[in-house]
């Protein structure tokens, strides 16, 4: 800016209305007949393209952030209102299908047939999103990730293709989480008193159940019981390194051991100073994939409400289709399931003083 005189802007100028507002054409205006609500369909829609726009820049900012070996607490304050905007985005994203549906099924037959194939499979910006979040071509389920490539043409396959090079947030999240000090600090092992504490609680329980055998029929003490066995099998499999790395093989967890501790770490502690943020952070990200999720769901509805049980105009099953798709392209689950090992604050371990003072900022009144 230093040193160049600001020339005068013409707002429609500036905005490029002439060619934003002259890129609506109806399809059936082209065979001769213009239906009304084709407008809406096209207007709603390139609506949806521009958040999208602003949420990859919002989200590409985040990432590159994330891309560095250290990240300064004071960009995650950067990231955190980043990430908030994308949720306020989402709302509106949501909202916009009650515009949508004011269009009726019979209005939307008038017209439909003249787009097929072009479907929503084919918003790249969509895609795009997804991947940057963390869903790549290969968490996708089979037919998933036939829709996924197959309805592109060549340069959006190889745009997606490119981006997916590049690391998703869910990558450099786990190596984020991998570098959160605290658990292992001279002597102290804080794994180890974490499962001290869980072995106990489930030994109480074990303990509670058995007392309670005068009121409680067989049937259901054994039933009890082996709960508590599969509740225990659940913290082991967290705990065990070997057991973590075969449910990553299996598709059911997608972060470390390392990550998902220290993740469960700052759950536990997060009314620590320093953990306020990351904790945030995980909140956050567990805000954005519920809200997608919760678009997809309500985008099935809204499939359904307009389509019946009819097929997609790219080819899939319709409203089922996107019903499964909203069930598996969850992103951030790991994070979901931490809820499965929280404990009740009164019995978390006592850190060290060491490990106390490092989680805490401290104002001296010296500051010479
Ligand atoms: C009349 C309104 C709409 C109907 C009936 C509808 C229906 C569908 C259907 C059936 C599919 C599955 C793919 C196929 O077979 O075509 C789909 C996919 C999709 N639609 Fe829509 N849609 C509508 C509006 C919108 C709007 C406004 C957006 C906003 C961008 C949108 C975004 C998408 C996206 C991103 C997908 C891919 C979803 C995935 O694969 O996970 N749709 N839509």
């Known amino acids: 800016m230093k040193g160049r005189i600001p020339e005068p802007v013409y707002y429609g100028d500036y905005l490029k209305l002439n060619e934003l ?16 609500e084709e407008t809406l369909f096209i207007i709603v829609h390139q609506v949806y393209e521009l958040w999208f726009k602003q949420i990859i820049h919002d989200f590409g900012s985040v990432v590159q952030i994330f891309n560095k070996n250290s990240v300064e607490e004071s960009e995650l304050g950067t990231v955190v209102s980043r990430l908030e905007r994308i949720i306020k985005i989402q709302g509106i994203l949501l909202e916009q299908l009650d515009v949508m549906e004011t269009m009726t099924p019979m209005d939307f037959l008038e017209f439909r047939d003249l787009l097929v194939p072009a479907s929503g499979f084919q918003s790249a910006q969509f895609r795009e999103i997804e991947i940057r979040m963390g869903l790549g071509t290969g968490n996708r389920i089979a037919v998933d990730r036939e829709y ?12 997606l293709e490119n981006v997916e090079k590049d690391p998703s947030l869910l990558q450099l999240l786990e190596k984020w989480l991998e570098r959160v000090p605290f658990t292992q600090e001279n002597n102290f092992d804080f794994w180890k008193e974490f499962e001290a504490v869980v072995t106990e609680m489930m030994d109480q329980e074990q303990d509670i159940i058995k007392n309670n055998s005068a009121t409680l029929p067989e049937q259901q003490m054994k039933a009890q019981l082996a709960n508590l066995v599969s509740t225990r099998d659940t913290f082991q499999s967290l705990l065990s390194s070997d057991s973590h790395d075969q449910m990553i093989k299996e598709g059911q967890r997608k972060l470390s051991q ?7 770490f700052i759950l536990l502690y997060r009314d620590e100073p320093i953990l306020t943020q990351p904790y945030k952070l995980l909140q956050l990200l567990m805000d954005i994939d519920q809200g997608f999720t919760t678009w997809r769901y309500r985008h099935a509805l809204m499939a359904h409400r307009l389509l019946g049980t009819k097929i997609g105009t790219g080819g899939s099953s319709g409203h089922m289709y996107l019903k499964r798709a909203a069930d598996n392209n969850r992103v951030y689950t790991d994070i979901f399931n931490l809820s499965t090992f929280l404990i009740p604050r009164s019995k978390l371990p006592i850190l060290p003083v060491e ?6 900022f401290y104002f001296s009144e010296n500051l010479s």
Request: zero cysteines; hydrophobic letters at 25%.
């Open 21 to 36: 507002l002259g890129a609506q054409s109806p399809k059936s205006k082209d065979y001769g007949k213009e239906e009304h």
């Open 258 to 264: 390392k990550a998902t501790l220290n993740a469960l």
């Open 355 to 360: 490990v106390k003072k490092k989680l805490n």
């Open 148 to 159: 996924f490539l197959g309805r592109l043409n060549e340069d959006d396959r190889k745009r």
